[in-house]
């Protein structure tokens, strides 16, 4: 199953000491999201994480970057739709229908795409589950890997694999555990 961290929006000054540990942990991939960080605050932010990692990171935005940095792909969404006119790395999708995953799926463009929110989130006060078991079944049906966002945690993980997810993706249950010191113990609990 494939394990995916999203930052939280704002750029922390102990964040690339964070994904390192996440990544080094063995989780799959970290999302940059940021969406009101620079391009320059981002360059920073990529330069201060150990190179060796560079391939697991996937941007949000800023897509200018995959020029400068060997990244991990591109996560397309409602604030920046389409790659570059030369991109061709690695492509996932935020998805927040059912529609939007079997779209996805018929294009064979990405790796994989996100689907929220599955649960009520952590992060997001008021971002409520969306979705019955029988849309999760139908995303789930389709040929892409679907990436289970919002509200993971976990305790949520047995109903994740049950329902079919390819992979899960986490963000206020890692952003909490770190801004309290216990990020290391956090990320033990997924295993």
Known sequence: MLRIAITPPDISINEPAIIAEILDYGWDMVHLRHPNASTADMRRLI????QRLHS???LHGHFTL?????LGGLHLNSRCPMPPANYSGRLSLTCHSVDEVIAASETARYDYVTLS???DSISKEGYTAAF??????????????VVALGGVSPQRLPKIAEAGFGGYAVLGYLADAAARGRLK????EFD
């Open 47 to 50: 330069e201060a994480i150990p």
């Open 56 to 58: 697991r990171l996937r």
């Open 66 to 70: 995959t020029d400068e940095f060997n």
């Open 117 to 119: 929110p599955i649960f």
């Open 132 to 145: 019955t078991d029988a849309e999760i079944t139908r995303a789930n049906s389709t040929v892409i890997k």
């Open 185 to 188: 113990e956090a990320l033990g």
